[in-house]
């Protein structure tokens, strides 16, 4: 099934770059740029190794000509993000991450579209007992393109369904010495803004 996810989002990670160029060629020979605002609130239910995790993402940036995003973004963890053998109950842990996204919309003026982004950025992860002694704090780098369909609910808002693939790097974790956090799973995002397009 992760190989599934894989292909398709690579593959959709691939078809952004072409189209972001294209896009790109088209605005420098025609029309002058156009941009607005936007910002986004994320739910992002997923499975990892280990678990079935919970992340919860803001999101900001512009939009330009109405189909490419730029932004950055922050999303942090609200379960599921342990080994095996660190239940929450007698350790805590945490794992965010942010940096810098990038988006395309396609058809952004009809109802329901289609939507690919790539995040990319740092995380950390960190583990320790509940009295409070940190056993590791560990740094990694993220990538996560997403692919789905968002809907126009009206001049100011969006919502959007979608499935992503969570790569990290590997961590060393005790007797974990390549733990992964990399996770496939949903993405359920509102946005808000001034959306000219529709």
Not at 50 to 79: C, K, P, R
Not at 177 to 182: G, H, K, L, V
Request: aromatic content about 14%; overall charge negative.
């Amino acid at each position: 099934m992760k190989t599934m996810y894989k292909t398709l989002l690579w593959g959709a990670l691939l078809s952004l770059g072409t189209l972001a160029n294209a896009q790109t060629e088209t605005l420098l020979d025609t029309n002058p740029v156009k941009f607005d605002w936007y910002g986004a609130f994320s739910i992002e239910p997923g499975q990892n190794p280990y678990h079935l995790d919970l992340s919860a993402g803001l999101e900001a940036g512009v939009i330009l000509q109405s189909n490419i995003l730029l932004g950055v973004f922050f999303t942090e963890s609200l379960s599921g993000m342990y080994p095996w053998g660190y239940d929450p109950d007698e350790y805590l842990n945490y794992f965010d991450y942010g940096g810098l996204s990038l988006g395309y919309t396609f058809s952004p003026e009809k109802l329901i579209h289609p939507i690919i982004q790539l995040k990319s950025g740092w995380g950390n992860f960190a583990l320790g007992e509940n009295m409070g002694e940190v056993y590791t704090d560990l740094s990694c780098l993220v990538i996560q393109p997403t692919v789905g369909f968002e809907m126009n609910l009206n001049q100011y808002l969006k919502l959007s369904l979608a499935i992503h693939y969570r790569h990290t790097n590997s961590l060393d974790i005790f007797e974990f010495r390549e733990a992964s956090f990399d996770a496939a799973g949903i993405t359920l995002r509102i946005t808000g803004g001034i959306f000219d397009d529709m």
